[in-house]
């Protein structure tokens, strides 16, 4: 694939980081000014999960599940080394740099600025973050990243089922606490909304097409229709998350400034301890990248659920997560570009060994 915008997007996708600023700007500006706005689109939730947001997500990832092709999913357990990159770096590595990281910035470097306590629920919500990799967004990274969407559907779904009994103990070890329970109800709406409903929409809808119109229509003609589908979700998506945290963003601009500080170094490191690794294993790009993007963004809508459960809907470790959600987009945006630029150091993918 070409590191050209897609085609009929231009200066759209070209300037996208552009885009997303200003819609992160606007949605600060209608949570702030405009709070019936999102307490009208909070009433929509179900599980801790927004549904207008879900439904955004889930536009968003269906260009990309028209994509897949089964086989690609059949053959992925014949070419391992991507799904170990993965799990490797999402549950042996990710959890504990994490921590790392953040306990040195919040409890050392700015020890004078963050009272004791409250820097101790920033850590608890960073370590959250870093224990939960992410499920929906994931996607979006991939198809901007030119991905193997099949392949990233397998590596997101491993990760799903390791966050059923891996997280709970990460957390409880991480921070000390007992008490930690994973919100089935979370956890298993955000798998269906975001990985079942699309596949298999997706699915469906590529056989039918395929079967009546041929193939070559179908990725000619018909994906091409999609085209700025993504890019546009993810700017919609934007304005609505930003919206429901206006006034907590205006109300704590130091306070994110410092918790933002790990969490960005955190991951970028990790991305680029996934990716390098996989550069250097010689798994092909389609692969590498989506395997250094799931690692290094968060499943956002757990560790805040979490957070909430365990510390209060005011307390620092939620405010900690909600920052996650704050650098994600700009952050990714970044490390999708950096891995379109360095693709040429990859095999080629007709000599995919991963």
């Known amino acids: 694939m070409s590191d050209k915008p897609k085609a009929g997007l231009g200066v759209f996708a070209k300037y996208l980081s552009l885009w997303v600023a200003l819609c992160i700007a606007l949605g600060v500006a209608i949570g702030h000014y405009l709070p019936g706005v999102p307490a009208f689109l909070g009433q929509f939730e179900y599980a801790k999960v927004s549904i207008p947001v879900a439904i955004l997500i889930w536009l968003m990832i269906y260009p990309m599940m028209l994509k ?25 590595i990710k959890p504990f740099t994490m921590y790392l990281i953040a306990w040195f910035f919040l409890k050392v470097v700015f020890k004078a600025l963050i009272p004791g306590d409250l820097s101790t629920e920033y850590l608890a919500g960073a370590v959250l973050l870093g224990a939960a ?3 929906a967004m994931v996607f979006v990274w991939s198809y901007l990243s030119d991905g193997d969407p099949g392949y990233t559907v397998v590596q997101v779904a491993v990760n799903d089922l390791i966050i059923l009994f891996a997280f709970t103990p990460i957390v409880a070890f991480l921070l000390g606490v007992s008490d930690v329970r994973v919100p089935l109800d979370t956890l298993i709406l955000s798998v269906v909304l975001f990985v079942v409903i699309p596949l298999g929409l997706g699915a469906l809808t590529r056989s039918s097409l395929i079967k ?7 990725d000619g003609v018909f994906v091409k229709k999609f085209d700025g589908i993504t890019e546009g979700g993810l700017l919609l998506t934007l304005v609505i998350l930003f919206a429901f945290q206006g006034d907590v963003i205006l109300a704590n601009p130091l306070a994110i400034a410092l918790i933002a500080v790990p969490l960005i170094i955190q ?6 301890i996934g990716y390098g690794w996989a550069r250097t294993w010689k798994v092909p790009y389609a692969v590498a990248a989506p395997a250094g993007m799931i690692g290094a963004s968060n499943f956002f809508e757990l560790a805040v659920a979490v957070a909430i459960s365990l510390f209060g809907l005011s307390s620092g470790a939620a405010l900690a997560t909600v920052v996650g959600v704050l650098v994600e987009v700009p952050v990714m945006l970044s490390l999708v570009k950096i891995a379109r630029a360095t693709r040429k150091g990859f095999p080629s993918e007709t000599a995919m060994s991963a």
């Open 267 to 272: 991951t970028y490191l990790i991305f680029f």
């Open 68 to 92: 897949v092709d089964f086989t690609s999913i059949k053959n992925a357990g014949k070419k391992p080394k991507g799904l170990i990159v993965t799990l490797v770096v999402n549950w042996l």
């Open 212 to 218: 009546k119109r041929g193939k070559e229509w179908f």
């Open 133 to 135: 990799p992410c499920t």
